[in-house]
C-alpha cells in the first residue's frame, strides 16, 4: 500500500497570503494524484487531478504541481472560503490512498 | 445538476448489519464506475469499495473485503453498500463518490454522507 504524508498537519495563514501544502508518497505515483478539499460538514470537493489540473470551476489561485513522489498544492491569495483541510489522494497503485490532511486556519 | 444522496446509516451493534443506499441523478448513473469512501469521525478519507459501471467488477479495501458488498441497480441510479459483521472500527461517516469518466480513479462528485455508528 502507497502511504501518502501531507505536512504540514497544520497551516495557518492570514488572508490575501500565499499558502503551500506539500504531499509525499512513499513510491512513485507518476502524475496519477488529486487534491480535494474539505470544510467542516461537508463532503470533499475535488480541485486537482492529474497532479496539476485544475477541475471544472475551480479558481485559478489553486495551482498543483510535482511528480513522481513530491507534490505541493499552492493558492497564491488565501481567501475567506479556502479555510479549510486539504487531502491528497494516489491513484496510481491499488488500493486507493489518501493522505492524512492539512488543515488551513486562519493566522 | 448532479446529485448523490446517501441514506441508511444508523447506530447498530456490533455484528450487525446495515446496508446503505446512494441516489444519484442528474447523470447518466450507469456510464460511470461508483465508489465508497468512509471518514472515521475526526479523522482522514479512507476508500472501501468501487464498482464498475454494469456492476460486474468490484474491489474493496482489506479492512471490510468479506463483509461489504458493494452494488448498484441501474435501473433506479442507486448504488449500495452492504455491511455485515459490522465493527466499531467502521464507526464512520460513509460517502458515496463518483470516477469521471476521463483517466483516473479519482473522485469528481460527492454525496453528503450518512454516519454509521456500531456500538452496544
Known amino acids: 500500500e502507497i502511504v501518502m504524508t501531507q505536512s504540514p498537519a497544520t497551516l495557518s495563514v492570514s488572508p490575501g497570503e500565499r499558502a503551500t501544502l506539500s504531499c509525499r508518497a512513499s513510491?512513485?505515483?507518476?502524475?496519477?494524484l488529486a487534491w480535494y478539499q474539505q470544510k467542516p460538514g461537508q463532503a470533499p470537493r475535488l480541485l486537482i487531478y492529474?497532479?496539476?489540473t485544475r477541475a471544472t470551476g475551480i479558481p485559478a489561485r489553486f495551482s498543483g504541481s510535482g511528480s513522481g513522489t513530491e507534490f505541493t498544492l499552492t493558492i497564491s491569495s488565501l481567501q475567506s472560503e479556502d479555510f479549510a483541510v486539504y487531502y491528497c489522494?494516489?491513484?496510481?497503485?491499488?488500493?486507493?490512498?489518501f493522505g492524512g490532511g492539512t488543515k488551513v486556519e486562519i493566522k | 445538476e448532479v446529485q448523490l444522496v446517501e441514506s441508511g446509516g444508523g447506530l447498530v451493534q456490533p455484528g450487525g448489519s446495515l446496508r446503505l443506499s446512494c441516489a444519484a441523478s442528474?447523470?447518466?448513473?450507469?456510464?460511470?464506475?461508483m465508489h465508497w469512501v468512509r471518514q472515521a469521525p475526526g479523522k482522514g478519507l479512507v476508500w472501501v469499495s468501487r464498482?464498475?459501471?454494469?456492476?460486474?467488477?468490484?474491489n474493496y479495501a482489506d479492512s471490510v473485503r468479506g463483509r461489504f458488498t458493494i452494488s448498484r441497480d441501474n435501473a433506479k441510479n442507486t448504488l449500495y453498500l452492504q455491511m455485515n459483521s459490522l465493527r466499531a472500527e467502521d464507526t464512520a461517516v460513509y460517502y458515496c463518490?463518483?470516477?469521471?469518466?476521463?483517466?483516473?480513479?479519482?473522485?469528481?462528485?460527492w454525496g453528503q454522507g450518512t454516519l454509521v455508528t456500531v456500538s452496544s
Open positions: 513510491q512513485s505515483v507518476s502524475s496519477n
Open positions: 463518490a463518483r470516477e469521471p469518466s476521463i483517466s483516473g480513479t479519482f473522485f469528481d462528485y
Open positions: 464498482l464498475n459501471s454494469d456492476g460486474g467488477s468490484s
Open positions: 489522494q494516489q491513484y496510481n497503485n491499488w488500493p486507493l490512498t
Open positions: 492529474a497532479a496539476s
Open positions: 442528474g447523470f447518466t448513473f450507469s456510464n460511470y464506475w
